[in-house]
């Protein structure tokens, strides 16, 4: 494979296009709703019309709009203008009417905007050609400049060069903590060894986020391009890809692309005949939210019970089988391509001074537009949640944004205007996370939802550490007291020194951060827990004081 | 350790491989093993597959796996229990699995896995007496854009009520 051979594919694709296309959403979403059965009706309905030479029905990724699933994109191509349509709730039976109306009839099919605010306001460099290209189709990614990147990287750079490019746009890791890309990849590129790993970290656990699904379902090719590079720059010849065992569909295209990469030399041996070998392997998880957490993830990939290991040594001086390893998150590889083909000054421009770029977030919850948005960093969350999602449906008020799943925190309605970036979510006690935004509206309890977290957090934690595996239970404990109303000031009290000590003395990540939702609830909504508060009968310091107290005055 | 021990054990993994000969599943695990040059660090990709192949980890699968990868029984029944995904236990004729995560929390799933605990008389992560339905719940299936999501036999169901799930639930019975 040579740059000739790319740009041939290319061409070849390219003078396949027709004049119009019907982009089927087939993502693990739409096609809960019969999203194969639509795209098949609408093959039969082009064939029985007669109008294959001009309209192609495609299998694409997400478009993003998840809660108006299935859908159906319509683009027109003719004379080198473009004009776009979206159609929602698509049903099966619906395929005859769409396609027949490419032809001037008569369509009832509930139409989208595609210059919604939702759309409009997005900037998509990770999710660019999600919803328009076909993941199990390697052409499709290569028309649109696909492995181009690569090989810059391999013909034209020095692995320096590109750790060098990376640090200088500014890329910090997307799987929550944001750690500086380059930093990183320095690191494993200075660390001595022979044999080094690159690794992708597919175990998207927190409940409410599905962008790494999203990318991997539908623009296979974009991460594992970006792994590539990875690998060239720090001087590793084999990858990993670790994917939830929940995301079937995920897989099996993941599997279908690597097939793809490799029969065009594109993986392998020798790429684009350099002296640069590069192998990728899918490792399926089986359900264990720590396996995120980088050490335990490198046990898992091993073929151990997933479970972390104190830090240092850091995985990019000894990680799997004790080798220099690089892991990265799904949509920090998924930047690395874009950084390579328009420069990291380009990539610099988005975002605020110390958060670069974009992030894709998980829009959820009680929102009236559900799905999957790309905005640049330090966006204000009110423009996210009130002009993108359309607010609360049903009339209510959003009364908080949770963000970083349960090692994250409550973001209330009065702190809206705060910017989206790694900084000012820190400072409200909250993190960015991998990107799962769930919007809360009035009816929700914010005290339920802190024991729905500490639940979750109970049940995965792997058991290693104390601290993790008994205070999660002890806290657990002391929430469904307060929810059952028949806890009392101390228990409040109780609860507040356990999350102190959790947090500080956990061996890893899902302790530390555990008890981030019910001090950030308490920060927020404390009133919400002492309305629960029965009076003590010990009086407040459990001494049997005659000072008698209201359920209210905690403190 | 005791001979005594070493004998019993012996013994044992002798009557797993004895079970393992009569089963046309065992060659094809065996096969995937051998895909997988019999490695160790493929462990999770074979207790997968021996579950796809199964249903479930019986106590003989795990012995077969522990003696064709050369690994401690300790290790194969370690890792087994470990994740979620796995079980040990023969699962029912059809699977309901509703999903837990916050945007399926937020909008309903609780009442909707309460519905099915009450209809179905079981606990989630339990199985009908008579082998009909088990019940079970996910952390997250990622398709938070048409939450509340219930998996019936595989096939996501999207924005489910506690009516929508017992309507399919009593198609099983």
Redesign the interface.
């Known amino acids: 494979m040579q740059l000739e051979d790319l740009n041939a594919i290319a061409a070849k694709r390219k003078a396949a296009t027709r004049k119009v296309c019907l982009r089927t959403c087939m993502s693990?979403?739409c096609?809960?709703?019969q999203a194969d059965l639509i795209k098949k009706n609408l093959e039969t309905e082009v064939k029985a019309q007669g109008m294959e030479a001009e309209v192609e029905v495609r299998r694409v990724g997400c478009m993003g709009f998840?809660?108006q699933?299935p859908l159906v994109g319509v683009d027109h191509h003719q004379d080198g203008h473009h004009h776009e349509e979206l159609f929602e709730f698509v049903k099966p039976e619906d395929a005859p009417a769409i396609v027949r109306h490419l032809k001037g009839g008569e369509c009832q099919v509930q139409r989208g905007d595609p210059h919604h605010p939702f759309f409009a306001k997005q900037v998509k460099i990770v999710r660019a050609n999600g919803g328009l290209v076909d993941p199990e189709n390697i052409e499709d990614y290569i028309v649109l400049g696909g492995y181009q990147a690569l090989h810059q990287v391999l013909t034209e750079m020095k692995p320096a060069e590109v750790v060098e490019e990376i640090t200088k746009s500014g890329l910090r890791g997307r799987g929550g903590a944001g750690y500086p890309t380059g930093l990183k990849w320095g690191t494993v590129a200075k660390s001595a060894g022979a044999k080094k790993y690159v690794v992708c970290n597919g175990d998207?656990?927190?409940?409410?986020?599905?962008m790494d699904?999203s990318v991997l379902e539908s623009d296979p090719h974009l991460v594992l391009e970006g792994m590539a590079i990875a690998a060239y720059a720090v001087g590793a010849d084999q990858g990993f890809l670790y994917v939830?065992?929940?995301?079937p569909l995920a897989i099996s295209r993941l599997q279908i692309a690597i097939k793809q990469a490799k029969q065009l030399g594109l993986l392998g041996a020798g790429i684009f005949e350099t002296p640069f070998n590069f192998n990728v392997d899918i490792?399926?998880?089986?359900?264990?939210?720590v396996c995120g957490e980088e050490t335990a993830l490198m046990a898992?990939?091993?073929?151990?019970?997933?479970t972390p290991r104190p830090r240092p040594p850091f995985p990019a001086e000894s990680g799997l089988w004790g080798c220099p390893t690089l892991i990265n998150n799904v949509e920090t590889f998924a930047n690395v391509t874009a950084i390579i083909t328009k420069g990291a000054d380009w990539y610099a421009s988005f975002g605020t001074e110390k958060s670069k770029g974009t992030k894709v977030f998980?829009l959820?919850?009680?929102i009236t537009n559900?799905?999957?948005i790309e905005v640049p960093m330090g966006i204000p969350l009110r423009q996210i949640v009130e002009e993108m999602g359309g607010g609360a449906p049903g009339g209510h008020q959003v009364k908080a944004v949770?963000t970083g799943?349960p090692s994250g925190g409550c973001i209330p309605a009065q702190h809206l205007d705060t910017p989206v970036d790694f900084e000012s979510l820190g400072k409200l006690g909250s993190i960015m996370g991998s990107g799962?935004m769930?919007v809360?509206d009035d009816t929700?309890n914010m005290v339920e939802?802190a024991k729905?977290?500490m639940e979750?957090c109970m049940d995965?934690s792997?058991g290693k550490c104390i601290p993790c595996r008994a205070g999660t239970v002890q806290m657990h404990h002391l929430l469904e007291k307060i929810t059952k109303r028949q806890a009392t000031a101390r228990d409040l009290a109780k609860l507040e020194e356990l999350c102190d000590m959790v947090k500080n003395t956990s061996l890893c990540g899902l302790g530390q951060t555990a008890p981030n939702p019910v001090l950030s609830t308490l920060r927020f909504f404390r009133e919400e827990y002492e309305r629960l508060l029965q009076p003590d009968p010990f009086g407040p310091r459990g001494n049997g004081s005659p000072q008698t107290q209201s359920a209210g005055a905690a403190h | 350790m005791t001979a005594a021990t070493k004998t019993k054990q012996a013994s044992r993994l002798a009557a797993a491989l004895e079970h393992a000969s009569g089963d046309k599943r065992f060659k094809i695990l065996e096969v995937h093993m051998k895909k997988h040059q019999f490695?160790?660090?493929?462990?999770?990709?074979v207790?997968?597959k021996a579950q796809e192949l199964f249903g479930y980890l019986e106590d003989d699968l795990l012995l077969f796996i522990s003696a064709k990868l050369k690994l401690p029984p300790s290790?194969v029944y370690?890792?087994a229990t470990?994740?979620?995904?796995?079980t040990l236990k023969p699962q029912g004729e059809h699977t309901c699995v509703v999903c837990?995560?916050?945007?399926?929390?937020?909008?309903g799933a609780d009442k909707v896995i309460e519905a099915l605990q009450e209809n179905l008389k079981i606990k989630s992560g339990e199985t009908t007496a008579d082998g009909k339905v088990s019940l079970l719940t996910?952390?997250?299936?990622?398709?938070?854009?048409?939450?509340p999501?219930v998996t019936y036999d595989g096939?996501?169901?999207?924005k489910q009520t506690a009516a929508t799930a017992l309507e399919k639930i009593n198609q099983w019975k």
């Not at chain 1, 998207?204 to 599905?210: C, I, L, M, N, V």
């Not at chain 1, 898992?300 to 997933?306: A, D, L, Q, T």
């Open positions: 693990a979403g096609m809960s709703s998840c809660g699933g998207e656990g927190d409940p409410g986020a599905f699904r939830r065992a929940e995301y490792r399926i998880g089986a359900g264990a939210f898992s990939v091993e073929g151990k019970r997933g998980a959820t919850g009680k559900n799905g999957l949770q799943g799962g769930v809360m929700t939802i729905f977290y979750f995965e792997c | 490695r160790q660090d493929a462990l999770i990709e207790l997968h290790r370690g890792v470990f994740y979620h995904f796995f837990m995560g916050t945007a399926c929390y937020v909008k996910a952390r997250c299936i990622g398709a938070c854009g048409i939450a999501a096939q996501v169901a999207p």
